[in-house]
């Protein structure tokens, strides 16, 4: 069988090929997350929103610590993100029941259908790309996202994987 179908040769990729593969992420990134940008646009709200809610909605009553380490940003940050949500009713704040210091997110009936039609687009969108490339690229993409996580990051998107909802 001819090496270049196998993907042999892929271990052994030309500096313009790994830019191509870089200006594609670039390209998809920006259509991935063009469907949501578009519905949050009018809300005042932005990807940070965005991930909040479907982190939440992917993990009912985790916390705030929790969150924080899932996205990755700063406590000031999610704060201003996570003020904006509950003020607008779209996620309620609980106090735990075993640690009264911690706080359980929680999206609200209003906050699930946001989320819904925020995930919908997406989906929407990687089906249809799942389809156009076939089974084997699927499963390929995967791993090269994996691939391309840092240890923790691979870690929190493990234990993600573990607890599907």
């Not at 594609?24 to 920006?30: S, V």
């Not at 578009?38 to 479907?54: E, K, N, S, T």
């Not at 996620?91 to 609200?108: C, I, Y």
């Amino acid at each position: 069988m001819d090496q270049s179908k196998t993907g042999e040769t892929l271990l052994f990729l030309t500096d313009d090929q790994v830019r191509k593969g870089i200006e594609a992420m670039f390209f998809a990134y920006r259509g991935f997350t063009a469907d949501p940008d578009r519905i949050l646009g009018g809300m005042d709200y932005g990807r940070a929103h965005h991930r909040a809610l479907h982190f939440i909605h992917r993990s009912p009553a985790t916390t705030v610590n929790n969150l924080l380490a899932v996205l990755g940003v700063t406590k000031q940050s999610l704060n201003r993100v996570l003020r904006s949500l509950i003020a607008d009713g779209l996620v309620e704040s609980r106090v735990g029941q075993a640690d009264k210091r911690e706080r359980h997110l929680h999206l609200t009936k209003k906050g699930a259908e946001l989320e819904r039609s925020l995930s919908d687009a997406q989906r929407a969108r990687m089906r249809a790309a799942y389809r156009a490339a076939g089974p084997g690229a699927v499963q390929g993409f995967r791993q090269v996202l994996e691939a391309m996580m840092d240890d923790g990051a691979r870690r929190q998107y493990q234990s993600l994987k573990e607890t599907s909802i």
